[in-house]
C-alpha cells in the first residue's frame, strides 16, 4: 500500500534554492578571531572551510549591523554599517567573496518589523512634535483615558509586559519586543524606499538573499483592535493576532521578489514567518512572493511517528498548490536546541533521537536548515548562571520564554578546554561559558570517528548531494505487507527509501534495500531487518 505526495501542479523552473542544504551561523557565537570572547566576521570567514566541508550549499548570518545589542543585534541602529563588534564593512565583503570562493551561498538577516531605538529615525522621532512627520515612520498615538494614562490597546510584547512605552510628551509608542525594538509603520512610504534601498545595498555587495526577521509582523491590522483575555502572545504559537499574519504583509514581499528578481544570481528571500496553519504559510511562498519559509510546524512536532507524519503531509501539501519546496528546520537560536527538546531531560535518549531527526530531515522534500553546533550533537545549556544571560526576554515576566542564551553557547572547535578554540589561545573567556563535557564534541574530537555526530552529519549530506532521489521532488509512504509496528514510518524517494523507528523498542520489518546509512546500525538477518529504537536509516533500492 503506498500514497503518493507529489505536486497538484508543475513545479517551476528549478531553482538553487529549492533543495539547498543552508546552515545558520548565529554570529556572536561562531568563531572569535580577535580575542574579545564575542565571534566577529573574521573569525567565521576562517572557519567557512568547516560549512563548506560539511555539505552545505549556503550560510545564513545573523544581524551584524551596527546595534546597541539589546536583543542580540536585531534592535538595528544602521542597516548599511557593521557594528565594531563584529568587525568593519570590509570585513563583510571579504566574508562574502571567500564563502563565493568556496561554492558557498550568503544569507544575510534584515529586520524590517523595528529598529534600535539608538536609529537616526527613532531618535528623529522622539525629537519631532506629536502628530510629526517623523513620527509616521513608528507607531506613535495617544493614550486611553482622561489623561492618556493607559496604552492605546491591550497588545502584550512577545518579551512579557505591555507592547507600549510612553515617552515624556505624553504618546505612546508600539513595540512588540523590546522597548528599545520601536515597530515601524509600514503605511508609510518612507519605510518602502529606505528598505528597498538596503536590499539593494546588501545586494550590490554581493548577498545570495535575505532572511526576513518576522516576517508576518510587518503589518498591523486597520485601526489596532484589542485582542481580548487569552493567553501571552509568542512568536511562534497558535494564536490569531492583530499583529501577526496580516494580509497586507504580501504586498511587501511581492514588491521584494521583484526587486530580488531584478539581480543576477538567482537571490533569494526567506520567510521567517509564523502563521497558524500550513495554508497560511504557503502563501508567503507564492511564485511572485518569497522563496522560502520557515516551517515551525515541523521544529514544534514532538517525538510522535503520528504527529510527523501529519505535519510531513500537510506542509508538502500545502507548498504543492503553490509550487514551493518546503523547507524543514529542527532547531535555531531562537528556541532550545532539539537534542534537549527531544531528550526530556535525558541527553543519551535526546541524542538518538536527534541523529535519527536529522536524518529523517535531510531526507525529505525540499531544503533544509542547520544551526550551527546541532553537527556536534550539541546540547542546550541550560545551567548558565543568571548573572551572564543577556535574553531580554529573560528580565522581562510572563513573556517568551527567556531561555534563548541556552542554544547559543559559542562553539567548540577543539582542545581540553574552554574556549575550545573558539577564541585564540589566552583570550578572555567567552560571552557565555561553554560546560566542560563540550571537550568530547568539539570538531576536533569527532573529525575521523565513524560514529560521532559531525561524521553522520557529513556522510549524510554527501549522499544527499549525490543521490538523484533525494532534495527537491515527490516522496511515497511506503507499508510494508502485513504492514508495520506503531510508531514506524517508512516512504520513498526515487531509488531510496527512508525507515523511522520512534518507539523505545526495536521494531522488525522485511528489509527495505541495501543499507546507505544509519543513525543506529540495524541489526540484517536475511530478508528482515531490526531497527533500534529512536533510530532512523536509509535504504539504496
Same mark, same amino acid.
Request: hydrophobic share 40%; glycine share 10%; proline share 9%.
Given at each position: 500500500?503506498?500514497?503518493?505526495?507529489?505536486?497538484?501542479?508543475?513545479?517551476?523552473?528549478?531553482?538553487?534554492?529549492?533543495?539547498?542544504?543552508? /546552515?545558520?551561523?548565529?554570529?556572536?557565537?561562531?568563531?572569535?578571531?580577535?580575542?574579545?570572547?564575542?565571534?566577529?566576521?573574521?573569525?567565521?570567514?576562517?572557519?567557512?572551510?568547516?560549512?563548506?566541508?560539511?555539505?552545505?550549499?549556503?550560510?545564513?548570518?545573523?544581524?551584524? /549591523?551596527?546595534?546597541?545589542?539589546?536583543?542580540?543585534?536585531?534592535?538595528?541602529?544602521?542597516?548599511?554599517?557593521?557594528?565594531?563588534?563584529?568587525?568593519? #564593512?570590509?570585513?563583510?565583503?571579504?566574508?562574502?567573496?571567500?564563502?563565493?570562493?568556496?561554492?558557498?551561498?550568503?544569507?544575510?538577516?534584515?529586520?524590517?518589523? @523595528?529598529?534600535?531605538?539608538?536609529?537616526?529615525?527613532?531618535?528623529?522621532?522622539?525629537?519631532?512634535?506629536?502628530?510629526?512627520?517623523?513620527?509616521? $515612520? /513608528? @507607531?506613535?498615538?495617544?493614550?486611553?483615558?482622561?489623561?492618556?494614562?493607559?496604552?492605546?490597546?491591550?497588545?502584550?510584547?512577545?518579551?512579557?509586559?505591555?507592547?507600549?512605552?510612553?515617552?515624556?510628551?505624553?504618546? =505612546?509608542? #508600539?513595540?512588540?519586543?523590546?522597548?528599545?525594538?520601536?515597530?515601524?509603520?509600514?503605511?508609510?512610504?518612507?519605510?518602502?524606499?529606505?528598505?528597498?534601498?538596503?536590499?539593494?545595498?546588501?545586494?550590490?555587495?554581493?548577498?545570495?538573499?535575505?532572511?526576513?526577521?518576522?516576517?508576518?509582523?510587518?503589518?498591523?491590522?486597520?485601526?489596532?483592535?484589542?485582542?481580548?483575555?487569552?493567553?501571552?502572545?509568542?512568536?511562534?504559537?497558535?494564536?490569531?493576532?492583530?499583529?501577526?499574519?496580516?494580509?497586507?504583509?504580501?504586498?511587501?514581499? $511581492?514588491?521584494?521578489?521583484?526587486?530580488?528578481?531584478?539581480?543576477?544570481?538567482? $537571490?533569494?528571500?526567506?520567510?521567517?514567518?509564523?502563521?497558524?496553519?500550513?495554508?497560511?504559510?504557503?502563501?508567503?511562498?507564492?511564485?511572485?512572493?518569497?522563496?522560502?519559509? &520557515?516551517?515551525?510546524?515541523?521544529?514544534?512536532?514532538?517525538?510522535?511517528?503520528?504527529?510527523?507524519?501529519?505535519?510531513?503531509?500537510?506542509?508538502?501539501?500545502?507548498?504543492?498548490?503553490?509550487?514551493?519546496?518546503?523547507? =524543514?528546520?529542527?532547531?535555531? @537560536?531562537?528556541?532550545?536546541? @532539539?537534542?534537549?527538546?527531544?531528550?526530556?531531560?535525558?541527553?543519551?535518549?535526546?541524542?538518538?533521537?536527534?541523529?535519527?531527526?536529522?536524518?529523517?530531515?535531510?531526507?525529505?522534500?525540499?531544503?533544509?536548515?542547520? *544551526?550551527?553546533?546541532?553537527?556536534?550533537?550539541?546540547?542546550?545549556?541550560?545551567?548558565?548562571?543568571?548573572?551572564?544571560?543577556?535574553?531580554?526576554? &529573560?528580565?522581562?515576566?510572563?513573556?517568551?520564554?527567556?531561555?534563548?542564551?541556552?542554544? $547559543?553557547?559559542?562553539?567548540?572547535?577543539?582542545?581540553?578546554?574552554?574556549?575550545?578554540?573558539?577564541?585564540?589561545?589566552?583570550?578572555?573567556?567567552?560571552?557565555?561559558?561553554?560546560?566542560?563535557?563540550?571537550?568530547?564534541?568539539?570538531?576536533?574530537?569527532?573529525?575521523?570517528?565513524?560514529?560521532?555526530?559531525?561524521?553522520?552529519?557529513?556522510?549524510?549530506?554527501?549522499?544527499?548531494?549525490?543521490?538523484?532521489?533525494?532534495?527537491?521532488?515527490?516522496?511515497?509512504?511506503?507499508?510494508?505487507?502485513?504492514? *508495520?509496528?506503531?510508531?514506524?514510518?517508512?516512504?520513498?524517494?526515487?531509488?531510496?527509501?527512508?525507515?523511522?523507528?520512534?518507539?523505545?523498542?526495536?521494531?522488525?520489518?522485511?528489509?527495505?534495500?541495501?543499507? #546507505?546509512?544509519?543513525?543506529?546500525?540495524?541489526?540484517?538477518?536475511?530478508?528482515?531487518?531490526?531497527?533500534?529504537?529512536?533510530?532512523?536509516? =536509509?535504504?539504496?533500492?
Amino acid at each position: 500500500m503506498t500514497q503518493e505526495l507529489a505536486p497538484t501542479r508543475p513545479a517551476p523552473e528549478r531553482g538553487w534554492w529549492r533543495d539547498a542544504v543552508i /546552515y545558520q551561523v548565529y554570529v556572536r557565537s561562531f568563531a572569535d578571531s580577535d580575542g574579545d570572547g564575542i565571534g566577529d566576521l573574521r573569525g567565521i570567514r576562517e572557519r567557512l572551510p568547516h560549512v563548506a566541508a560539511l555539505g552545505a550549499d549556503a550560510v545564513w548570518l545573523t544581524p551584524f /549591523y551596527a546595534s546597541p545589542q539589546a536583543d542580540g543585534g536585531y534592535d538595528v541602529a544602521d542597516y548599511r554599517s557593521v557594528d565594531p563588534l563584529f568587525g568593519t #564593512l570590509d570585513d563583510a565583503a571579504e566574508l562574502i567573496n571567500a564563502a563565493h570562493d568556496l561554492g558557498l551561498r550568503v544569507i544575510v538577516d534584515i529586520v524590517p518589523n @523595528h529598529t534600535s531605538d539608538q536609529h537616526a529615525w527613532f531618535r528623529a522621532a522622539l525629537a519631532d512634535q506629536q502628530g510629526g512627520p517623523a513620527r509616521e $515612520r /513608528y @507607531h506613535f498615538h495617544p493614550g486611553r483615558g482622561a489623561a492618556g494614562e493607559r496604552p492605546p490597546n491591550d497588545w502584550e510584547s512577545v518579551f512579557g509586559g505591555p507592547a507600549w512605552t510612553r515617552t515624556p510628551d505624553g504618546d =505612546w509608542y #508600539l513595540h512588540l519586543f523590546a522597548p528599545q525594538q520601536p515597530d515601524l509603520n509600514w503605511h508609510s512610504p518612507e519605510v518602502h524606499e529606505e528598505f528597498e534601498s538596503v536590499l539593494r545595498f546588501w545586494l550590490g555587495l554581493g548577498v545570495d538573499g535575505f532572511r526576513v526577521d518576522v516576517a508576518h509582523g510587518m503589518v498591523k491590522a486597520e485601526g489596532l483592535p484589542d485582542i481580548g483575555a487569552r493567553e501571552q502572545a509568542k512568536m511562534i504559537g497558535s494564536q490569531v493576532l492583530p499583529f501577526f499574519d496580516q494580509d497586507g504583509v504580501h504586498d511587501i514581499h $511581492r514588491s521584494w521578489r521583484r526587486l530580488l528578481d531584478s539581480y543576477d544570481g538567482e $537571490r533569494i528571500g526567506v520567510a521567517e514567518a509564523w502563521a497558524p496553519s500550513p495554508e497560511r504559510l504557503a502563501l508567503y511562498v507564492r511564485p511572485d512572493e518569497l522563496h522560502q519559509a &520557515f516551517n515551525f510546524q515541523f521544529l514544534n512536532c514532538p517525538w510522535d511517528a503520528q504527529a510527523m507524519r501529519a505535519v510531513i503531509e500537510t506542509s508538502l501539501a500545502a507548498t504543492a498548490l503553490v509550487g514551493a519546496p518546503t523547507t =524543514w528546520v529542527l532547531s535555531n @537560536h531562537d528556541v532550545v536546541r @532539539h537534542l534537549t527538546r527531544y531528550g526530556g531531560g535525558d541527553e543519551t535518549l535526546g541524542l538518538r533521537r536527534a541523529r535519527a531527526a536529522a536524518l529523517l530531515m535531510l531526507a525529505l522534500p525540499g531544503s533544509a536548515y542547520l *544551526y550551527q553546533g546541532e553537527e556536534l550533537g550539541l546540547p542546550e545549556v541550560t545551567d548558565l548562571p543568571d548573572e551572564v544571560r543577556q535574553d531580554p526576554s &529573560f528580565f522581562r515576566t510572563d513573556g517568551q520564554d527567556g531561555l534563548r542564551d541556552g542554544a $547559543r553557547v559559542p562553539m567548540p572547535w577543539s582542545g581540553d578546554a574552554a574556549p575550545y578554540g573558539f577564541s585564540p589561545d589566552g583570550a578572555d573567556p567567552s560571552w557565555l561559558p561553554q560546560p566542560d563535557a563540550w571537550k568530547s564534541l568539539t570538531v576536533e574530537a569527532q573529525t575521523g570517528d565513524p560514529h560521532s555526530t559531525l561524521e553522520l552529519y557529513r556522510s549524510a549530506l554527501a549522499l544527499r548531494r549525490d543521490l538523484p532521489g533525494l532534495g527537491d521532488g515527490p516522496m511515497t509512504w511506503e507499508q510494508p505487507p502485513g504492514g *508495520y509496528p506503531d510508531g514506524l514510518l517508512m516512504f520513498s524517494r526515487p531509488g531510496f527509501v527512508c525507515t523511522l523507528n520512534t518507539t523505545p523498542r526495536p521494531a522488525e520489518l522485511p528489509t527495505p534495500g541495501r543499507l #546507505l546509512l544509519a543513525s543506529e546500525a540495524p541489526a540484517e538477518d536475511g530478508a528482515t531487518v531490526t531497527l533500534p529504537a529512536d533510530s532512523c536509516a =536509509w535504504w539504496a533500492i
